[in-house]
Structure formats: structure tokens, C-alpha cells
């Protein structure tokens, strides 16, 4: 079953903007994991972040956790257009799967 | 260049053929996975090998068989696909431990078009 699904399912900004994407999630997690897919392409991991950690960072971005509303944000700072792409949350539920799920995600268009 | 191969990249075949995608990792990982990605719909994970277990999703037809001969290697056969088969198959490998994933490494997909 589909564990996360993010918001906005489209954003479009110019470049030197922020960009924030949110993610939520239904069941309690072990970790949560961003990733980024250029059009037609695999994915590429961002950022993992555990269910005891409510923030981290990785250059231009910064992730955060609130798992009492079950629901993860990605900033991207100072964005650029080569940041043109979609952005995925995935999850991996606790109790024991290691099955990661994956929601629709945002398409984050960039303009110059 | 992710650790992860897949080929072919571009695949079209005929509803009739019998065809397989091939999926390689070099990055010593215990977990492979194989998921779909249709436009405008959520990845679906179709099969996971792990820790020497499979775990399949069931709502993905039969004519998509999983093979795992071993850690490094994964294939899906294809047999009678349907035009709705056509999307962009996914490969990616993680290290498992103790049921907890950890980061997943992407090929860079199978470009599947059933005519």
C-alpha cells in the first residue's frame, strides 16, 4: 500500500527562490528518505532521515521530520535551474519491513 | 554512473514476445528490487529479493517473472505483455540490515513499450 504521498503535486518558481515540498506519511517509520528524478531517469537519494531526528541538512537542503503529524518537509535553498526535476519521499515502515514505498511526487520546475 | 546497470535501456516489443531486462549491482548491496513507474501514478514496487527472501506485490500480473540468481544479479521476464505494460522499469539495490533499508541506488530504468 502507498505509504507517502507529497505536496505540492507541481511547483514552479524562478531561479534564487526557495522551494518547499512536503511529504506525509500514514504508519509509523524507521526512516524517510528523499530522492530526485530528472525526466526519464532513476532516482537519485538526497537525504535519510531517522524517525529520532528532527532535522538535517545536506548542502542546499534541509529536510525535516515531525513524527507526531507524521510528515517530512524538503527545502531546497537558493534553488537553481538544474534543480529542474521531480523529488520523491520514500518510507520504510517500522516493525520490521524493509520494503521502501514511494508516493507520486512533486515536479519542481525552475525558471531562469 | 550509480553501481547499478540496467539493460536494455530502450526495449519495444510486440504483445506476443518473450523478453527480459537485465539489472547488474557492484556495490556488494543484499536487497534488489524491481519497481514500475507509469506517468502520473506512484512507483510501484513490483518484487524485492532480500536477505535471501522474495517478497512480491500481488497485484502484479504473471506474465512478469522475477529472477534472482544471486546478490549482484536480477532479471524480469516478460512474456504476452499487454500495451499497458509500457511504462519505465526500475532497478535499485540497498544494504538491508536488520530489516531496515538504507539508501537505495537507482539504475537508470528500461524503457519498456509494448505495441
Known amino acids: 500500500s502507498q505509504q507517502g504521498e507529497e505536496d505540492p503535486q507541481a511547483l514552479s518558481i524562478q531561479e534564487g527562490e526557495n522551494a518547499t515540498m512536503n511529504c506525509s506519511y500514514k504508519t509509523s517509520i524507521n526512516n524517510l528518505q528523499w530522492y530526485r528524478q530528472n525526466s526519464g531517469r532513476g532516482l537519485v537519494h538526497l537525504i535519510l532521515?531517522?524517525?529520532?531526528?528532527r532535522e538535517k541538512h545536506s548542502g542546499r537542503l534541509r529536510v525535516t521530520l515531525d513524527t507526531s503529524k507524521k510528515s517530512s518537509s524538503l527545502l531546497i535553498t537558493a534553488s537553481r535551474a538544474a534543480d529542474t526535476a521531480s523529488y520523491f519521499c520514500a518510507t520504510a515502515t517500522s516493525g520490521g519491513s524493509y520494503i521502501p514505498t514511494f508516493g507520486r511526487g512533486t515536479s519542481l520546475i525552475v525558471h531562469p | 554512473e550509480t553501481g547499478v546497470t540496467q539493460t536494455p535501456r530502450h526495449l519495444v516489443m510486440g504483445m506476443t514476445n518473450k523478453k527480459s531486462l537485465k539489472c547488474e549491482q557492484h556495490l556488494g548491496h543484499n536487497a534488489m528490487y524491481w519497481y514500475k513507474q507509469s506517468a502520473k501514478k506512484p512507483l510501484e514496487l513490483m518484487f524485492v529479493?532480500?536477505?535471501?527472501?522474495?517478497?512480491e506485490n500481488n497485484s502484479v500480473p504473471s506474465r512478469f517473472s522475477p529472477e534472482c540468481p544471486n546478490s549482484s544479479h536480477l532479471f524480469l521476464h516478460l512474456h504476452t505483455l499487454q500495451p499497458e505494460d509500457s511504462a519505465l522499469y526500475l532497478c535499485?539495490?540497498?544494504?538491508?540490515?536488520?530489516?531496515?533499508?538504507?539508501?537505495?541506488?537507482f539504475g537508470e530504468g528500461s524503457r519498456l513499450t509494448v505495441l
Open positions: 535499485a539495490s540497498s544494504q538491508v540490515m536488520d530489516r531496515d533499508i538504507g539508501e537505495l541506488f
Open positions: 532521515i531517522r524517525s529520532n531526528e
Open positions: 529479493y532480500s536477505l535471501e527472501e522474495r517478497v
